[in-house]
Nanobody
Framework: QVQLVESGGGVVQAGDSLRLSCVASGRTFRTPITGWFRQGPGKERDVVARSDWSGVDEIYADSVKGRFTISRDNAKNTVYLQMNSLKPEDTAVYYC???????????????WGQGTQVTVSS
């Protein structure tokens, strides 16, 4: 089993920055792929960014390219999502997920955190 705990959400104004953290514990070697997803009100849960433990193979949603950065500290089993130039449309619950496939599809991720709310006011 793998446990994921997110933190770092909050209420900010447009243009501000936030950094989300996701701490993993358990059999993390079985889930080398970590993704950040988000789900806005009335919307599907979609991928925001994805990385593997080497940090080489990263992908981003088009809507966040150039503003969000995924990174990791393997010694701390922690993955981060740095979010800059936040917009009201970034408002959502953000989830950390872990799996073993290089995928944008939420169904390919086996483990999920509880989510952290990010609210961006205009």
């Amino acid at each position: 089993q793998v446990q994921l705990v997110e933190s770092g959400g909050g209420v900010v104004q447009a243009g501000d920055s936030l950094r989300l953290s996701c701490v993993a514990s358990g059999r993390t070697f079985r889930t080398p792929i970590t993704g950040w997803f988000r789900q806005g009100p009335g919307k599907e849960r979609d991928v925001v960014a994805r990385s593997d433990w080497s940090g080489v193979d990263e992908i981003y949603a088009d809507s966040v390219k150039g503003r969000f950065t995924i990174s990791r500290d393997n010694a701390k089993n922690t993955v981060y999502l740095q979010m800059n130039s936040l917009k009201p449309e970034d408002t959502a619950v953000y989830y950390c997920a872990a799996g073993s496939r290089y995928s944008r599809n939420k169904n390919d991720y086996n483990y999920w955190g509880q989510g952290t709310q990010v609210t961006v006011s205009s």
